[in-house]
């Protein structure tokens, strides 16, 4: 039974999705003014990731994660690449799209983008006024936090330390303008030269809090399951989004809070920020690492931890992934003297791997023991792959079992690019001149490896390879 640790309890609760088979779930996605970096990489892995074993696990998965295209952080960009706020979102959307793809993100059902929901962004914030939880200044709309029951429920902080917290952080300006320092911003008055909505309050444009609310209501209903994001949104973003939306629904807006851990870099594991400029472009990784072995290396850190980025960290990835794809390819060399057939004894061993896969899975996503249980399968395949007879049914049924358990990390071995396989098939044929004590044909096929630049390396584990 699945278990999903809850930010708003702060305990792993049991997860009991609304609609049995179903899962509606909401992850902020990213502004799109710059390309995103590892640690942006990291969240949208970390809840593909989740979502791939939901899926696994039956579950029909409703995925919805915006683009935030408009505010100030587009408008500088626009200035600084002489362009429009409008291109500055486009050419960004297409970057991440691409950085995404390439890291084997399965896009969301929809992404849905801010500019094309301001209608219901001014619904929301006039029905929020028409309840009294909203007020009107000079063209800005602010909610009344105090207004809002268990306001600060889901980081844990009491009214007292928020009312602290707040009066550091707004500017002098917006202060005076808001009731009361916790208020936030609903919508703002349109500055000069800034793309700007016609609203009841005048010319301007939404908060960012706001948009997520409208959306996830729009794509998902008033009540979703599982709602994601970064661990530096559990305030205030995603506290407001719990006031706005369950003041203007009635009712309760998500179940479980999910928030991934930040990657942080160098010996004293500082946070990975644009702000620090400590941080390390998707593209810039993906340029110069296997995109499969940035993927892994992401996908089998456990979601909450944080993830120390290092060279060595993805050396280790890649030799894994090399030591699945020798041990699938070993499979499938084995085909060839195969009888037909099954051993049940086989069979049921596969089952059990999946069943403590799922046991390690299903508490709160633990990829790492989950992949421990991969680790003990691959050793069970090798085994097998090497024994003196085999059955085709039993190897087929290990490499289906491989494929779906790298799958739910966003490796796929299946569509291997042609010169692997080629250099599998070559490691599984050595090794059997080798077996078979030919070793003139073991060193040709050692040579002509090298000549395409793989060097070998035997290990007690099986001969893992490697680009020069
Ligand atoms: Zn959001």
Not at 383 to 407: S, T, W
């Amino acid at each position: 039974m699945l278990k999903i640790y809850n930010t708003l309890s702060r305990e792993k609760e049991i997860f009991r999705p609304l609609t049995p088979g179903r899962v509606k779930m909401y992850v902020c996605g990213p502004t799109v003014y710059n390309y995103i970096h590892i640690g942006n990489a990291r969240s949208a892995v970390a809840f593909d990731t989740m979502r791939r074993y939901l899926e696994f696990s039956g579950y029909q998965v409703d995925y919805i994660s915006n683009f935030t295209d408009i505010g100030e952080k587009l408008a500088r960009t626009a200035v600084s690449e002489q362009t429009t706020v409008a291109a500055v979102a486009a050419k960004y959307i297409a970057a991440f799209n691409e950085d995404t793809a390439a890291l084997n993100i399965e896009p969301a059902t929809y992404h849905p983008r801010a500019t094309e929901n301001i209608s219901g962004i001014i619904a929301l914030v006039s029905d929020l006024i028409a309840k009294n939880l909203a007020y009107e200044v000079a063209g800005d709309v602010y909610f009344r936090a105090q207004q809002f029951p268990n306001y600060g429920q889901l980081s844990h902080q009491p009214l007292s330390e928020l009312e602290v917290g707040a009066s550091q952080r707004t500017n002098d300006a917006e202060t005076a303008r808001k009731e009361d320092p916790i208020d936030f911003a609903l919508w703002k008055a349109a500055k000069p030269g800034e793309v700007a909505w016609e609203s009841p309050w005048g010319a301007g444009s939404p908060g960012w809090h706001v948009e997520c609310s409208v959306m996830a209501i729009k794509y998902l209903g008033a009540t979703i399951d599982i709602h994601g994001g970064g661990e530096d949104l559990e305030f205030p973003h995603h506290e407001n989004e719990i006031a706005q939306s369950e003041s203007y629904t009635g009712q309760k807006f998500a179940n479980y809070w999910v928030h991934n851990g930040f990657v942080t870099v160098g010996t004293d594991d500082e946070k990975m920020s644009k702000s620090l400029g400590n941080f390390v472009t998707a593209r810039a990784a993906l340029a110069d690492f296997d995109h499969q072995a940035v993927r892994f290396f992401m996908a089998g850190t456990h979601y909450r931890r944080p993830l120390r980025y290092t060279e060595a960290g993805l050396e280790d990835a890649l030799n894994e992934i090399q030591r699945f794809k020798v041990a699938r390819a070993n499979l499938l060399y084995r085909r060839k003297d195969a009888t037909s057939g099954s051993t049940a004894p086989i069979l049921s061993a596969i089952a059990e791997f999946r069943q403590n896969f799922i046991a390690a899975m299903d508490d709160d996503f633990n990829v790492q023991n989950g992949l421990a249980v991969v680790h003990e399968f691959i050793r069970s395949a090798n085994k097998y792959a090497a024994a003196p007879a085999v059955k085709l049914d039993d190897l087929m049924a290990y490499v289906g079992q491989l494929d779906e358990f790298l799958a739910v990390f966003g490796v796929d071995l299946s569509q291997t690019e042609g010169v692997d396989s080629e250099v599998a098939d070559l490691i599984v044929a050595r090794n059997a001149a080798r077996a078979a004590k030919d070793y003139a044909t073991s060193d040709r096929i050692r040579d002509e490896l090298a000549a395409r630049q793989i060097i070998l390396e035997d290990t007690a584990q099986g001969t893992r390879w490697r680009r020069q």
